[in-house]
Each structure stands twice: as C-alpha cells, then as structure tokens.
C-alpha cells in the first residue's frame, strides 16, 4: 500500500514528527525524528544507530504509529538499503536539513545504517 500523495507531500515540509512504537508489557515510545521523502515513499533513521531504543524496537516490532500536526498514521517499518536507494535518501536529508549542523551526521554511521521505510499500516 502507498502513501496518498498529500500526505507525502507534507510530510515532505514537515520539519520534525514523533515515531511511536509499542512494544508488548513495555511503555509506548515516542521519539522525535526527522523524515525525508524519496520517490513516493517516506524515511527515518536513527540519530543513535543502533543504540537509539525506539529504532530497536521498530526493527523487531515492524508497527507503530507516526505522530504529524495532522494526527496520527499507523505504520509499518521496512529495513531499506540499497546503495542507489541510499545515496538519495543522503542527499535528501542533505536538502531538507542541510542548515543543521547536524544534518552530516544523518549520513554519516551509525545513522547511515538505520534507515527504515515508513509504509502506512494496513487493517
């Protein structure tokens, strides 16, 4: 399933969300994190590589939820990484964040190696 058009666009603009991931007999986390668009699909990656808790729990859950001034989205994690793939989702966090003195950091390891597809979640 795809994202709408509309939503991607937004979220595109939008400079910060907050991921929610649940976890069985565990409290809800809810991150901040920056979202890049490629190609129709949306991305997030992990500031702390592996060591960031929600991204963790992300990769071993795949469910969880993404917070935008418009509501809340369930989603669903997909591991991406393919060097192309990759390469774009670089530049684009080099574009959207660029004015950052930390956007070099989200290309960069350990955050290179995190990057997780936001598809929407389904029934």
């Given at each position: 399933?795809a994202w709408d058009a509309?939503?991607?666009?937004?979220?595109?603009?939008?400079?910060?969300?907050?991921?929610?991931?649940?976890?069985?007999?565990?409290?809800?986390?809810?991150?901040?994190?920056?979202?890049?668009?490629?190609?129709?699909?949306?991305?997030?990656?992990?500031?702390?590589?592996?060591?960031?808790?929600?991204?963790?729990?992300?990769?071993?859950?795949?469910?969880?939820?993404?917070?935008?001034?418009?509501?809340?989205?369930?989603?669903?994690?997909?591991p991406a990484g393919e060097?192309?793939?990759?390469?774009?989702i670089d530049q684009a966090?080099?574009?959207?964040?660029?004015?950052?003195?930390?956007?070099?950091?989200?290309?960069?390891?350990?955050?290179?190696?995190?990057?997780?597809?936001?598809?929407?979640?389904?029934?």
């Open positions: 399933m509309a939503i991607v666009n937004e979220l595109a603009g939008t400079r910060e969300i907050d991921v929610v991931v649940p976890a069985p007999d565990r409290p809800v986390l809810r991150t901040p994190v920056w979202i890049v668009a490629v190609d129709g699909s949306l991305y997030v990656r992990s500031w702390k590589g592996d060591a960031g808790r929600w991204y963790r729990r992300a990769r071993r859950y795949r469910t969880g939820a993404i917070v935008t001034a418009r509501g809340e989205h369930a989603v669903r994690f997909e060097p192309e793939l990759d390469a774009a966090y080099l574009d959207k964040y660029g004015d950052s003195p930390y956007a070099t950091a989200m290309i960069d390891p350990p955050a290179a190696g995190t990057t997780l597809r936001l598809d929407p979640a389904t029934g």
